[in-house]
Nanobody, 115 residues
Framework: QVRLVESGGGLVQAGGSLRLSCAPSTILSSSNVMAWYRQPPGKQRELVASITNAGTTNYSASVKGRFTISRGNDKNTVCLQMSSLKPEDTAVYYC?????????WGQGTQVTVSS
């Protein structure tokens, strides 16, 4: 069973930055899409950003221009650089990996942005 291990959450003031990282416990198949989702308090989980193994990225409108998703040099890890953070970015952030046959989720990491 593949585990996705997340790190980098925490408390930051509005306008600040945080970097989230996600590392699978094993090497994923070469054809995969990795993504970050978030679930604000009392709301549904939503897609934040995704990246294919070829490096094609996609962002939600609410974070475009502020967040950057990227893969590590090994192509197996994924990071989310978050800048100009707003209180409405407060949520539990989840790493997600989709291969041809499976979908995996991380345990979630809390990001809290104070005003």
């Amino acid at each position: 069973q593949v585990r996705l291990v997340e790190s980098g959450g925490g408390l930051v003031q509005a306008g600040g930055s945080l970097r989230l990282s996600c590392a699978p416990s094993t090497i994923l198949s070469s054809s995969n899409v990795m993504a970050w989702y978030r679930q604000p308090p009392g709301k549904q989980r939503e897609l934040v950003a995704s990246i294919t193994n070829a490096g094609t990225t996609n962002y939600s409108a609410s974070v475009k221009g502020r967040f950057t998703i990227s893969r590590g040099n090994d192509k197996n890890t994924v990071c989310l650089q978050m800048s100009s953070l707003k209180p409405e970015d407060t949520a539990v952030y989840y790493c997600n990996a989709n291969t041809r046959y499976n979908t995996y989720w991380g345990q979630g990491t809390q990001v809290t942005v104070s005003s």
